[in-house]
């Protein structure tokens, strides 16, 4: 119930608003429709593979997050691994690590390409930067609690079904991204879904 309220969520604004079929004179920011060729449909079919591998790979790595947490139990006195400590002070350290060797990876393309490193866009790294990355390590951190508590079959889809749910409110009510009959499309998938989720929790043992 939780992941076909999920789905909901995610499908509600293709739901409530199909899309006709392209014509010849259609051509969207990416070029890929227009006229009905072979070529464009393979590569819309390719856009939508790479977007489904990404969220598969990102729902892998995400479980394996905290199965990685909940193996060695702390109940088990097992010294050598501590969750709340040198597991948060890795995962922030191997994020900052591996976004440097991002920024750098496009420096070194752009590079290479003429173009002007990409910049570290420190005005808006300040405030707003640091104020999303705050609220997303204590979100975090709450997280790896829940997951401590509850078990990771249980808290883990109950997060992604929480950080679903909020984000969508942002796109619903501050930038108004879903209107008509969408937002009421997913409102009822985000009622779903919260019920769902409560069921979930009962299901503990």
């Excluded at 994020?95 to 173009?115: H, I, N, Q, Y």
């Excluded at 490193?117 to 930067?129: F, K, N, S, T």
Aim: proline share 5%; hydrophobic share 50%.
């Amino acid at each position: 119930g939780s992941v076909v309220g999920m789905a909901g969520l995610v499908y509600a604004q293709r739901l409530s608003d199909p899309v006709a079929a392209p014509t010849e004179a259609a051509i969207d920011e990416d070029g890929l429709l227009g006229s009905p060729t072979e070529t464009k449909k393979k590569a819309r079919l390719s856009t939508a593979a790479l977007g489904f591998f990404v969220a598969a790979l990102g729902g892998v790595f995400s479980a394996l997050q905290y199965a990685l947490v909940t193996a060695p139990s702390p109940r088990d006195g097992d010294p050598r691994f501590d969750p709340l400590g040198c597991w948060t002070f890795a995962f922030g350290l191997s994020a900052l690590v591996w976004t440097l060797l991002a920024w750098a990876a496009f420096c070194v393309a752009a590079r290479r390409r003429g173009d002007p490193a990409p910049g570290l866009q420190l005005d808006v790294m300040m405030a707003p930067g640091a104020g999303a990355g705050i609220f997303w390590s204590v979100a975090n951190l709450f997280g790896t609690l829940a997951v401590l508590r509850g078990g990771n079959a249980l808290a883990v889809a109950q997060i992604n079904a929480a950080s679903l749910i909020s984000s969508g409110l942002w796109g619903l009510l501050y930038y108004r991204e879903i209107r008509g009959r969408a937002a009421l499309y997913w409102c009822a998938a985000a009622v779903f879904t919260g019920a769902m989720t409560v069921m979930l929790s009962f299901e503990k043992a």
